[in-house]
């Protein structure tokens, strides 16, 4: 449909990188669409359910629509710059909860902490919270959207990765953003949280806080 209707946008995607709408080389300045056709690719083939086509909107440097439809799930999230973040067609909401130790938090595997050189600060963050899990990718980042988790870190992601969240977890009430509180950025990390535990998280990638 982006071809057919949007011919002078561009598309960015994992497999094909930035292109024309129907091909060629980009437009300069055109919206560009995110496109990840399977988030969770290892799941994906292991026949776990937890992963999803990721779709962004980006007009400049902002992203205006992001859509994450997680087929095996039954689950469509969705949200546009400005209005509220929906699965399904309802609206969703972070759970406001403001302390650390009675979060969730959710991360990809332990093992990209400890390759990112970040295992002492992943250790403080589960043990600072009331329970850890593991729900990588795009799914960790809509349990926090939806309240049933506070916090999801992941240490690496791609533009595809992120752009789809950045409206849904805006428009959930949530903050995303980098460990270290900057904006997201290709091969950089990712920081979901409720909002409220934003800052508490970024203290302890600093190191600042050391709180056992």
């Known amino acids: 449909f982006i071809v057919r209707d949007f011919p002078d946008h561009n598309i960015l995607g994992e497999e094909e ?3 024309a709408a129907g091909g060629g080389t980009a437009i300069p300045g055109a919206p560009t669409w995110i496109l990840d056709p399977i988030d969770g690719t290892n799941n994906y083939m292991a026949g776990i359910p937890i992963w999803a086509t990721l779709i962004a909107l980006r007009i400049g440097p902002d992203v205006l629509v992001g859509v994450c439809h ?5 689950e469509t999230y969705s949200a546009a710059a400005g209005d509220p973040a929906r699965l399904n067609g309802n609206a969703i909401a972070v759970d406001p909860l403001d302390r650390l130790e009675d979060a969730t938090v959710a991360s990809s595997g332990f093992e990209s902490f400890i390759d990112g050189g970040l295992a002492d600060f992943y250790e403080q963050l589960i043990r600072r919270c009331w329970r850890s899990r593991g729900f990588g990718d795009f ?6 959207a939806q309240g049933a988790v506070h916090v999801m870190v992941e240490t690496v992601v791609s533009t ?11 428009g ?7 460990i270290d509180g900057t904006s997201l950025e290709d091969g950089g990390s990712c920081l979901t949280t409720n909002g409220h ?5 970024l203290k302890l990638a600093a190191g600042t806080d050391s709180r056992g």
């Open 172 to 178: 959930s009430g949530g903050r995303i953003t980098q």
């Open 160 to 170: 595809w990765d992120y752009s789809a969240l950045e409206p849904i977890v805006a």
């Open 70 to 74: 997680a087929p095996a799930l039954g």
């Open 197 to 201: 535990l934003h800052d508490d998280v």
């Open 139 to 144: 799914w960790g980042h809509m349990l926090v």
């Open 17 to 19: 990188g930035l292109t």
